[in-house]
């Protein structure tokens, strides 16, 4: 039986009226992070793989500014 994942959320913050949360996991003996965003519209993984949590916060506030011009 596949277990399932549970997220290990290290923080979590508003960024554009969306909620940013960085996880953290372990691949291959590295610490390696994600960003979900949850928004009015649902939920999404921004960043599904950062090497710190500088960058998945980084790309996510980028994938935010992205989604938002898009719908402008």
């Not at 399932?4 to 610490?31: A, G, L, V, W």
């Not at 390696?32 to 965003?37: E, G, L, N």
Request: charged share 25%.
């Amino acid at each position: 039986m596949i277990e399932p994942h549970y997220p290990k959320i290290i923080m979590s913050f508003t960024y554009r009226q969306c909620k940013i949360e960085i996880e953290r996991d372990n691949f291959n003996k590295q610490d390696i992070y994600a960003a979900w965003v949850n928004h009015e519209g649902g939920s999404a993984i921004a960043v599904p793989f950062a090497f710190s949590p500088t960058e998945a916060v980084k790309k996510s506030k980028q994938w935010i500014d992205e989604r938002l011009y898009l719908e402008i």
